[in-house]
């Protein structure tokens, strides 16, 4: 069964391969479109991502190393998106967003999430976030914390303890992490389509690339595009899996 499976996975990417030949490939990477949608899904996935780790470590290390009254609450609330479908978690974004009250709060500040950039990014960060935060989480648990108890009863704070000591021990969940939350930023499509719209070369990155392509029926800039997205996703799993390996 599980030959079997491969197998079937093995023939569906390969497809993908197969069907553009090598002079269409070159000539849809360096096309306007797909340079612009490149350039886009790259600052963007790499905001995004910052962004992510920004909050996904100290997340994982609070649920992992504390107890308060709300815990199993919050800890639903963060890992709910994943259930959710992207397109889902999309139209709750813009219902935030595109609120009068909230939107007018954001305006003021020069933010203005709805069909631009700074949605995209948005979009990214609360697709990838609960993945993240589930791998941090399960670094901090695999860390033994008398390590930190150690730290503590030497005099070393809290924050001092938590950097020094807790950070470098978790270094390679930290990596896996980053990478997942990349691919993520990356692959995301039906929350960015709705938050930030598919506009041509406006807030086109590379998942609304393949979307429009195969809508206009340009097949050969859709596959170039699939082919962009899994060279990412499987750069990913590589690196998730030789870090798993070494952890």
């Given amino acids: 069964m599980t030959i079997f499976i491969t197998a079937v996975l093995l023939l569906a990417i390969g497809s993908l391969i197969a069907v553009p030949t090598w002079e269409d490939i070159r000539q849809n990477i360096w096309s306007p479109e797909m340079r612009f949608s490149l350039k886009l899904s790259m600052i963007t996935g790499l905001v995004s991502t910052f962004m992510v780790m920004f909050f996904a470590i100290p997340i994982g290390y609070t649920l992992s190393r504390f107890n308060f009254w709300g815990k199993g609450f919050v800890k639903t609330i963060i890992d709910l998106p994943v259930a959710f479908p992207e397109l889902v978690l999309g139209l709750c974004l813009l219902l935030v967003f595109g609120s009068e009250f909230f939107g007018n709060i954001l305006n003021s500040m020069g933010l203005n999430f709805v069909f631009t950039k700074q949605g995209i990014v948005v979009a990214q960060f609360f697709t990838a976030?609960?993945?993240?935060?589930?791998?941090?989480?399960?670094?901090?648990?695999?860390?033994?914390?008398?390590?930190?108890?150690?730290?503590?009863?030497?005099?070393?704070?809290?924050?001092?303890?938590?950097?020094?000591?807790?950070?470098?021990?978790?270094?390679?969940?930290?990596?896996?992490?980053?990478?997942?939350?990349?691919?993520?930023?990356?692959?995301?499509?039906?929350?960015?389509?709705?938050?930030?719209?598919?506009?041509?070369?406006?807030?086109?990155?590379?998942?609304?690339?393949?979307?429009?392509?195969?809508?206009?029926?340009?097949?050969?800039?859709?596959?170039?595009?699939?082919?962009?997205?899994?060279?990412?996703?499987?750069?990913?799993?590589?690196?998730?899996?030789?870090?798993?390996?070494?952890?």
């Fill in 129 to 247: 976030l609960p993945y993240a935060g589930r791998i941090m989480k399960s670094t901090f648990d695999y860390i033994n914390p008398r390590m930190e108890f150690v730290s503590r009863s030497l005099g070393y704070s809290m924050f001092e303890t938590f950097f020094n000591v807790s950070l470098p021990l978790a270094r390679n969940g930290i990596l896996a992490s980053t990478v997942i939350a990349f691919a993520r930023c990356i692959g995301t499509f039906g929350t960015v389509l709705i938050l930030a719209g598919g506009s041509y070369m406006q807030t086109e990155v590379l998942p609304i690339t393949l979307y429009l392509n195969i809508s206009y029926g340009n097949m050969g800039m859709a596959l170039t595009s699939g082919i962009v997205l899994m060279i990412v996703s499987f750069a990913a799993i590589f690196v998730f899996e030789q870090t798993e390996a070494s952890l």
